[in-house]
């Protein structure tokens, strides 16, 4: 009766006089994107330290440039995209390409506005919004929040799993991005460019990295579940020393970037400092000859960070919620 009151009837259980709200979800949510962040400025701050050693010149960024985009990136895809791919897989993600086509026209639409207060500079201001220029900052942000629980509210697997269907996505989208990129954005930069170039640009390793890990992956995805066992006991010796050398030289991409990112940042702030006047990148120099004493009205600036950084993930979060 002590137990059921009176009547029989159980009484009503307590809440708690302070639930927990969302705000502390969200709040962990930050802690750990400030760790995140705090991680991508640490390596970039070892490529800073290199710079003024005198360790990472400017021929060993280059050098070191080549090595990410020629080695260390393809093994990258190759450890991810090819044991990741399906044709359910596919099919799930098609939303990526429109997504990407949506940024490059939002991105588009919104340099050309921008670029009519400086005509000469418009079209390295579309470009500018329209298309990224790194992706290993994003994917460093990406694998140390996608395993937070308030991102796993609907029962989406963590850990491994979910840390290799990051990787894959955004190697497949870096795919894209890089069609995208010289198929549109080059021709707008330089106002022309020829098929030889046009394929030398786009077939660069990364990409083609990605399409072969692709199409290996979709002829296993074909194979029969029964006889997969077979054919794997055969290929392991080979497979695993394979895989891993793929693994360590892969491990290496993403920390090299943000190195070279963080030299270069260096140089350029040195150069800030140093001259009083801004002079447009090398490449617009070369396509865009005279416009090297000129320089962007700060107002621009301020226009393409709000119109990339800010306005455009927005419309992005917006067009995936539907």
């Known amino acids: 009766q002590e137990r059921f009151g009176r009547r029989g009837v159980p009484p009503p259980q307590r809440l708690p006089l302070f639930p927990i709200p969302m705000s502390l979800h969200w709040a962990a949510l930050t802690g750990v994107a400030g760790e995140s962040v705090a991680t991508v400025a640490a390596c970039a701050a070892v490529g800073v330290y290199g710079r003024r050693m005198g360790v990472l010149t400017e021929g060993a960024l280059r050098d070191l440039d080549k090595l990410i985009s020629s080695v260390y990136l393809p093994c990258l895809i190759f450890k991810k995209v090819l044991p990741n791919t399906s044709l359910a897989v596919l099919l799930d993600i098609w939303p990526l390409a429109a997504v990407c086509l949506f940024s490059v026209i939002y991105g588009l639409a919104a340099g050309a506005l921008v670029g009519r207060k400086a005509p000469r500079f418009r079209g390295m201001v579309m470009v500018a919004i329209a298309f990224p220029n790194s992706f290993s900052v994003p994917l460093t942000l990406m694998l140390a929040l996608g395993d937070l629980p308030v991102l796993l509210s609907q029962g989406q697997p963590g850990g491994e799993a979910l840390e290799a269907r990051i990787n894959f996505l955004f190697l497949m989208s870096y795919s894209l991005w890089t069609l995208a990129r ?10 022309a460019i020829t098929m030889k170039e046009w394929r030398r640009k786009v077939l660069n390793p ?16 074909a194979v029969p579940a029964d006889a997969r066992p077979a054919w794997e006991w055969r290929l392991q010796p080979v497979l695993k020393p394979l895989a891993t050398g793929l693994q360590y030289a892969g491990q290496c991409s993403v920390p090299s970037i943000l ?9 350029a702030m040195l150069a ?3 001259r009083p006047r801004l002079s447009a990148s090398s490449l617009v120099s070369k396509l865009l000859p005279g416009e090297t004493e000129e320089t962007l009205p700060a107002g621009t600036y301020f226009a393409i960070f709000a119109l990339r ?7 992005g ?3 995936v919620l539907g």
């Not at 990364?206 to 296993?220: E, F, H, Q």
């Not at 950084?309 to 419309?315: A, D, I, N, S, Y």
């Open 182 to 191: 010289w198929s549109i954005g080059f021709p707008i930069l330089s106002g």
């Open 206 to 221: 990364p990409v083609v990295a990605c399409l072969l890990a692709g199409a290996l992956g979709l002829a296993w995805d």
């Open 259 to 267: 190195m070279s990112l963080g030299a270069k940042v260096d140089e």
């Open 272 to 274: 800030l400092r140093t």
């Open 309 to 315: 950084q800010v306005v455009g993930p927005v419309l």
């Open 317 to 319: 979060a917006c067009m």
